[in-house]
């Protein structure tokens, strides 16, 4: 099997026959970090390092790995042409990484360029991809198109203007970018900035929020205003998935507290947490969105990188001792049958505690697929093989990008289809379902399931 030839990632006949099957069906992308600013403005991407590494901390991380130094993947003295030289010096080291697989997809799917990226011919590559990227069929929105994206959901504070999503609403996408309702901001009560984002809340909705019920009340204009401009979800960034029933009191002393920028007790965050995270779940109910949980990313813990560059660049680990059942149990058992649920996992050593709760809590509870550090070929095929005996694979919540970069969109989900199918195939090969069976429910994950389950 040559590198990314047609039967990349796939074994045996039936696992051929599946992705065939599926291969073309539209991407339904229900979670993903798109720059909706820049996808609306329908930019072209300048060049290769804008389109693949710009803003990626999964390509930063690898190349640190690689030995390449910060200036030439954060530093904004290096030219985009130095540092893609110096990343292409370095790609050999990635490979056996899905970082390796992903970009190498981008550039033979989306701009035909069929080479391997190594040192030699790093300025081959980088003169053909500009020329291509300039082009006006390659601008973002026409990529978008170019990838057969039926329908995306960005990731959107509460106090966002939406401004971006409208004007997609009167572009060639109109229909396919939704907003997705982020309120982490609102929830992380522990964070030095937080009395100064409620001040920001407040004023976004003309609201005085002075108690916890203000709060709600801006959190329920912004949810009101999502849902008018097509928003079908919440999602949730959390390290424990606080979910215990609080009393309003108890919630509101600990509000206070935090508004006088006085220090809270782990006890007292956990009560906050909990409490917001049940109203908004409440919120969710109430409109037939799906809420997402994104459990167990353990954030920044490298002080040199946090203290020098800030979130978000590569710093970011899961925990195993994350305790999901206690703080989960008092959430799904309020809600449980009037609210659409998907469980994203960090850390794979948890994916039989979330299978074994899905199964528990029947088919308003479903487990998403495999997420962040575990989005490649091994962490999906593991995930589906031993989940879906526990659970099944009809109730999965179909694969996200979760991609900060529209590139990557189509080359995710097809490393996603080709695993689904390399799963698929290898149980109807050992005769544990039949092949029709398999197939649907390869289009099902694919495609039918994310759809039906998002509204989209």
């Not at 199918?421 to 289009?443: D, I, K, S, T, Y």
């Amino acid at each position: 099997m040559a590198f990314l030839d047609e039967n990349y990632l796939l074994r045996g006949d039936e696992s051929k026959k599946l992705y065939a099957a599926v291969k073309d069906l539209p991407i339904i992308d229900a979670h993903n970090h798109c720059d909706v600013k820049a996808l609306a403005e329908d930019r072209n991407f300048t060049d290769l390092w804008d389109a693949e590494a710009a803003t990626d901390h999964y390509v930063w991380e690898v190349l640190r790995k690689s030995g390449v130094p910060e200036y030439l993947l954060t530093g904004k003295d290096a030219s985009n042409h130095d540092k893609w030289i110096a990343m292409a010096a370095a790609f050999e080291k990635v490979a056996g990484n899905p970082t390796y697989e992903w970009i190498h997809l981008d550039l033979k799917r989306r701009l035909g360029i069929d080479e391997l990226i190594t040192a030699d011919n790093a300025e081959t590559i980088w003169q053909k991809s500009k020329a291509i990227l300039a082009k006006k069929e390659f601008s973002q929105q026409n990529l978008i198109k170019q990838m057969n994206v039926e329908a995306m959901c960005s990731t959107d504070d509460p106090a966002d203007t939406l401004e971006y999503h409208q004007a997609l609403q009167k572009s060639q996408l109109k229909g396919i970018v939704h907003p997705t309702f982020r309120p982490d901001k609102a929830m992380n009560i522990f964070k030095p900035d937080f009395a100064d984002y409620v001040k920001t809340l407040g004023n976004r909705w003309n609201i005085a929020i002075k108690t916890i019920d203000d709060l709600l009340a801006a959190l329920k204009a912004a949810h009101d205003f999502f849902a008018e401009n097509g928003c079908v979800a919440s999602d949730h960034g959390v390290a424990v998935p606080y979910g215990l029933q609080i009393a309003k009191q108890d919630a509101e002393a600990v509000f206070q507290k935090a508004l006088e920028r006085k220090p809270l007790t782990e006890a007292e965050t956990i009560a906050y947490m909990s409490y917001v995270f049940n109203e908004v779940a409440e919120m969710d109910a109430q409109k037939g969105w799906v809420f997402q949980i994104h459990i167990g990313a353990v954030r920044d813990v490298r002080d040199s990188l946090y203290n020098s560059l800030g979130a978000d660049v590569g710093g970011d680990i899961s925990d195993h001792l994350t305790d999901y059942v206690a703080n989960l149990l008092p959430l799904l058992n309020r809600f449980d049958g009037r609210l659409k649920t998907v469980l994203y996992n960090m850390n794979p050593i948890h994916n039989a505690t979330l299978a074994h709760l899905t199964r528990a809590f029947g088919n308003t509870v479903s487990l998403g697929l495999a997420w962040w550090l575990n989005d490649s070929f091994i962490g999906m095929k593991n995930q589906l093989e031993y989940s879906t005996s526990v659970d099944t694979f009809a109730n999965m919540g179909g694969m996200v990008s979760d991609s900060r970069k529209i590139l990557s969109y189509g080359s995710r989900h097809e490393m996603f289809r080709r695993t689904l199918c390399h799963v698929l195939g290898n149980e109807v090969e050992l005769g544990q379902m039949p092949a029709e069976v398999a197939e649907r429910l390869a289009v099902s994950l694919s495609y039918t399931r994310p759809k039906t389950l998002f509204g989209l």
